[in-house]
């Protein structure tokens, strides 16, 4: 079992579950991140600290389709072990449906 990030992420980067992950598996893209499903150790933390509610576990039907992305992306972008700052559009868009088809990036994040 792991924990996934799911399309409300992007445009966020609160990065809250960063800061509370005990084995460092988000990884940055452009505008959303994404865990290392082979490296979420499940403990579920990180879940209720993310505002748009974009971590589930995998165990959840909707969390099923985006488990590739994060396995893909977790290989391809930069880990991220620290809060930085919020996109100046994360409030904003929090409850904003549909976001991966507008807005999903392939471009990696800077990572810290
Ligand atoms: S708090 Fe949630 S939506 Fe924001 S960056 Fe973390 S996983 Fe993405
Ligand atoms: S469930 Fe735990 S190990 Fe997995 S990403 Fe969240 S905080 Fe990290």
Not at 45 to 58: G, K, N
Not at 67 to 89: F, G, H, Q
Request: with cysteine; net charge negative; proline share 8%.
């Amino acid at each position: 079992m792991t924990y996934v990030v799911t399309e409300a992420c992007i445009k966020c980067k609160y990065t809250d579950c960063v800061e509370v992950c005990p084995v460092d598996c988000f990884y940055e893209g452009a505008n959303m991140l994404v865990i290392h499903p082979d490296e979420c150790i499940d403990c579920g933390v990180c879940e209720p600290e993310c505002p748009p509610e974009a971590i589930l576990p995998d165990t959840e039907s909707e969390a099923e389709k985006w488990l590739e992305l994060n396995r893909e992306y977790s290989e391809r972008w930069p880990n991220i072990t620290r809060k930085i700052d919020a996109m100046p559009e994360a409030d904003a868009m929090q409850a904003e449906k549909g976001k991966f088809d507008r807005f999903f990036s392939q471009e990696p994040g800077e990572g810290t």
